[in-house]
């Protein structure tokens, strides 16, 4: 278990410290995280609401973070290139997050022209029934690219950092409140780049020991 831990914050660190940059996106991620929270909350209650506020709200915030506000230049607080950063990610990188996001898109087009999704729902005609046929669909998008990638994991690495990578994912919103809360507030002081003081220091102490 203690190493299963030590895993977990590794990838956390690695995740927050490779990918995390603008204070956009972090700010974007708070917003998503929370949103998040509320998600699971609903899981217990409407699990087709819950995945339509996680994919209605949660992923676009998350994602747009690091489409469109993410620097893509050489990283100088972890001396690497964007595709460099691309090549070792563990998760959905940028390519892999196109198709994921693909296909998010797709399902609700898809619905609206065949209501019964190819005979897996009652084909009704209200706008209700539509909506509660796409947050099944979309829960069960988010769970399969979970586990997908999770078994993908097994193959590449192995079995633990795939189960790590696992409980990172469900676990990011509440870690994501934690670290990013005040990132709206230095964009409200004008800082949009993370200085990552804590990173540079990380380095000069790995360095010099």
Not at 79 to 103: C, F, P, W
Not at 132 to 147: A, E, T
Not at 149 to 156: E, Q, V
Not at 176 to 187: G, H, M, N, Q, S
Request: aromatic share 18%; proline share 3%.
């Amino acid at each position: 278990m203690t190493k299963f831990l030590q895993c977990l914050h590794t990838q956390r660190m690695d995740d927050h410290r490779y990918y995390h940059h603008s204070r956009i996106n972090q700010s974007l991620h708070f917003i998503s995280a929370i949103s998040f929270v509320v998600a699971y909350v609903f899981l217990f209650i409407h699990p087709a609401w819950a995945a339509l506020i996680a994919w209605f709200i949660s992923m676009p915030s998350r994602q747009a973070g690091h489409f469109f506000f993410e620097p893509r230049g050489y990283d100088e607080v972890n001396q690497a290139t964007h595709e460099h950063k691309e090549d070792i990610k563990l998760g959905y990188n940028l390519q892999r997050k196109v198709v994921l996001m693909s296909l998010w898109a797709a399902i609700p087009v898809t619905l609206y022209f065949s209501r019964s999704f190819f005979g897996l729902f009652e084909a009704t005609g209200t706008w209700e029934n539509y909506f509660n046929s796409l947050g099944i669909l979309w829960l069960w998008l988010g769970g399969g690219g979970l586990l997908f990638r999770t078994i993908h994991l097994f193959f590449l690495q192995d079995v633990q950092t795939g189960l790590v990578w696992m409980s990172k994912i469900i676990s990011d919103p509440f870690h994501d409140i934690k670290l990013y809360y005040r990132a709206p507030l230095f964009l409200l002081r004008g800082e949009f780049i993370d200085p990552m003081h804590h990173v540079r220091e990380n380095h000069r102490t790995s360095s010099s020991s």
